[in-house]
């Protein structure tokens, strides 16, 4: 069963206006859909993972939730982004409903994979300003960052970490911060020494 034949069904469905899914049967459908996506992801087939993904995040289920309709489009982005697909992958993921942190961060690895240091900081900036954002997600986009050697996306994600650390007064708090500003004036440093670089 290939999943063309899959969405041609669903597509003929979504426009018929007589039927309606309720919110029951269309998670569970939606939930099947997911499922079988993640099976060709652990299979490290991805493009056909995305497929199915797709297909998850498709209109005749809107009765699911918004989150459910995210985590569908992530992981149709995330599986674009695996394949080296990164612009399919920008297009999907600008479709997702909301602004929360986790949808943030994968607009932030399309750009970057991209090459889009501007853009990537605007996914940093608008994670960061998500309520569900976790500090965890600027130590992986640090890593990213650094890899790529994309230093002002590095400096930007420094200087969030940054500030999630005025808010604790401990020690190891003290210790981190003082190991974020070393990074940051190496970092300042390197794009200053760029042949390019704006003084």
């Not at 961060?105 to 970057?112: Q, R, T």
Request: glycine letters at 4%; charged letters at 25%; hydrophobic letters at 45%.
């Amino acid at each position: 069963m290939s999943a063309p034949d899959e969405s041609e069904a669903l597509d003929m469905i979504s426009r018929n206006p007589a039927f309606n899914l309720d919110k029951v049967a269309a998670t569970a459908c939606q939930s099947l859909l997911f499922q079988q996506g993640g099976r060709y992801f652990q299979a490290k087939h991805y493009l056909q993972a995305a497929e199915w993904y797709k297909l998850s995040a498709d209109t005749v289920f809107e009765a699911t939730s918004e989150a459910n309709l995210s985590k569908c489009l992530r992981k149709t982005a995330l599986c674009y982004i695996q394949a080296g697909k990164y612009a399919l992958a920008t297009d999907t993921i600008a479709k997702c409903p909301g602004s929360e942190a986790a949808t943030r961060y994968v607009s932030f690895l399309g750009a970057a994979y991209q090459g889009l240091e501007d853009d990537a900081i605007r996914a940093i900036e608008d994670m960061a300003a998500s309520p569900d954002f976790d500090r965890k997600m600027l130590l992986l986009a640090t890593k990213l960052a650094h890899e790529h050697k994309m230093r002002s996306l590095l400096l930007s994600i420094l200087e969030k970490l940054l500030l999630t650390l005025q808010s604790n007064a401990a020690l190891e708090t003290e210790v981190e911060a003082m190991t974020l500003l070393r990074c940051m004036v190496r970092v300042i440093v390197e794009l200053l020494n760029e042949p390019n670089a704006e003084m």
